[in-house]
């Protein structure tokens, strides 16, 4: 990412906007998705520890955008199968998303997305939402919890047309909710 001389002091206004390119890509780019099946739990817990101190509570230097990439891991918030689906800028998430499949149900929950407040409204979620859908067909999608009043016109949107629209319902018996 290059900013012109004259932002030499990279000015607020010009890394909010490189954030958002950034992101941008990033959205049109979720069919990129590298895995990490065999990753140990302790190493994902440290991620998301670090993503926590580092990323979501204060931010960090847009300058580090650098590389874009979708990662699917080990769920570092829940056991019991559960995964995360999380698009990386920088070093950091700037989404992340957990969900769960039940293919004898066929049903798949997502819980709590979360984009970054510098990359929020540009299609992260909804790419990654539209992209499990791609990966999986054939589901019924669901939320594990409730909508926040803020969050219910977003998921009237992504959920327009997707069976189960994203409604609220608990995991099925075959899934233990970590
Ligand atoms: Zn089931």
């Not at 190493?43 to 101190?53: C, D, H």
């Not at 959920?159 to 099925?172: F, L």
Request: hydrophobic share 40%; with cysteine.
């Amino acid at each position: 990412m290059t900013f012109p001389d004259s932002a030499k002091g990279s000015t607020r206004d010009d890394l909010a906007e490189g954030a958002r390119e950034a992101a941008l890509r990033l959205a049109g780019q979720a069919h990129v998705v590298g895995r990490d099946p065999d990753t140990e739990p302790w190493r994902v817990l440290i991620q998301w520890i670090r993503w926590w101190l580092s990323g979501w509570r204060r931010g960090w230097p847009v300058a580090a955008v650098r590389d874009a990439l979708w990662q699917d891991m080990v769920s570092g918030e829940r056991s019991g199968g559960w995964r995360t689906r999380a698009a990386v800028l920088g070093r950091e998430h700037a989404f992340a998303v957990d969900y769960h499949l039940c293919r004898r149900c066929r049903l798949g929950w997502v819980e709590r997305p979360h984009t970054m407040p510098e990359y929020q409204r540009c299609g992260l979620a909804s790419a990654a939402l539209a992209q499990l859908r791609a990966e999986h067909p054939g589901l019924f999608w669901h939320m594990l919890g409730g909508h926040f009043r803020e969050s219910r016109p977003f998921w009237a949107a992504v959920g327009a047309g997707v069976p189960g629209g994203y409604q609220q319902r608990e995991v099925c018996p075959h899934i233990t909710n970590g």
